[in-house]
């Protein structure tokens, strides 16, 4: 049987969910600051190669910045690496902050592995999720098919043309051969390089999840385009 | 900005922007600023000078989107970008293809045609 836990975030429960039993997840959610951030009196212990979860209630170029400077002095990422992993973060949070209707914002955590040049990234709402802003206008009703939909270009929930940015990313992290996961409501979908893998999930997530694994050591400078520039 | 004379005009998106550079509403103000230049200026230089943009939603709200309103040679002919970083370089062209593709889809139908005309009284 599962035995919920409550998350709390300034002292007002947020979201409930199964404590892990493995050892090597729980010293993970030690490491990344969950306790600390949701749990009433947490501690946690911070591990060098992780970013401390962060809530960010609006657009910040400064935090980006820094984490990818952060990220950076452990690792010496290529410009282009550097380029890429700011998009993937800004587009993501310009998402959430346009899109998301989330009361507290958002959640990031990162985590980089030096020997295998390799940098996750999560990004994380409790807002409405995709299918609420996607249904009505492009008539869907799963989350998986409205996850599907977000990373196609000029999808948008806006009245205007939209929606270039997760068509990017993705594109981004298939030509590294990175990763692109999306938790959305009950829908995860795992969007690799060569395959994409859809699961419906008993449980629903309130919200949206997205982690990127991104290839640090892979020179796929963002260059979608063959043809030659117009500008 | 600096006035060069009264025909050419440059634009530093960092000394007007500053780090503004990120959301689409940050992207419609500089839209709606060269929109205004387009009209009395023949020559407008977008100076990209000790900046790295690199949001796709930024570009393509404040430069691809102007493929919807004007013909690319009006575009190209009048708007020159200089000092982008490659990566921002590669993304304007792949967000104006984007939207180039857009237009094109819209031309063929009466609706969309009708969108655009909207836009570009606007």
Redesign the interface.
């Known amino acids: 049987m599962n035995h919920y836990r409550q998350c709390y975030f300034n002292r007002t429960a947020v979201i409930k969910y199964v404590p892990p039993e493995n050892k090597k997840l729980k010293d993970y959610l030690s490491q990344i600051g969950f306790n600390k951030f949701f749990h009433l009196n947490g501690t946690d212990i911070h591990k060098d190669t992780s970013v401390e979860l962060m809530q960010l209630t609006a ?1 910040n ?2 935090y980006i910045e820094n984490l990818i400077i952060l990220i950076d002095s452990k690792m010496r990422l290529s ?2 690496v550097k ?2 992993l ?2 993937s973060l ?2 993501i ?2 998402n959430v ?2 899109h998301s209707k989330s009361e507290n914002g958002c959640f990031v955590c990162a985590q980089y592995y030096p020997s295998r040049m390799t940098i996750r990234l999560c990004i994380t709402d409790f807002g409405v999720g995709i299918l609420s802003n996607l249904k009505k206008k492009y008539g869907i009703s799963t989350d998986i098919a409205a996850i599907k939909l977000s990373v196609k ?2 999808v948008t929930s806006r009245p205007q ?2 929606g ?2 997760l068509s ?1 990313i993705r594109s981004f992290l298939k030509m590294n051969e990175g990763t692109l996961s999306i938790i959305s409501g009950k829908g995860k979908i795992n969007f690799y390089s060569n395959k994409v893998e859809s699961y419906n999930m008993t449980k629903g997530f309130e919200g949206t999840a997205a982690n990127l694994k991104i290839n640090a050591n892979k020179e796929s ?5 063959e ?1 030659e ?3 | 900005m600096i006035v060069k004379d009264r025909k050419e005009f440059h634009v530093d998106i960092k000394k007007m922007a500053g ?1 503004d ?4 509403e940050h992207g419609r103000k500089i839209r709606k600023h060269i929109e205004l230049l387009l009209k009395v200026k023949d020559s407008i230089t977008i100076d990209f000078s000790n900046l ?1 943009i ?4 930024f570009i ?2 404040a430069f691809a ?1 102007l493929m ?1 309103k004007y013909p ?1 040679d009006e575009v ?1 002919t009048k ?1 020159l ?1 200089v000092n982008m ?14 939207r180039i593709r ?1 237009r094109t889809l819209l031309e063929e139908t009466p609706k969309g045609r009708f969108q655009l005309a909207i836009k570009r009284n606007r």
């Open positions: 657009l170029p400064l410009q282009g380029d890429s700011k998009m800004q587009e949070l310009t902050f346009d270009e000029g043309s939209a270039f940015g990017i400078y963002y260059s979608l385009t043809e520039y117009i500008f | 780090t550079t990120v959301s689409r790295s690199a949001s796709p939603s393509d709200e989107k919807l690319l190209r708007l970008f970083t490659e990566f921002d370089r590669a993304l304007l062209n792949d967000l104006v293809r984007a857009e």
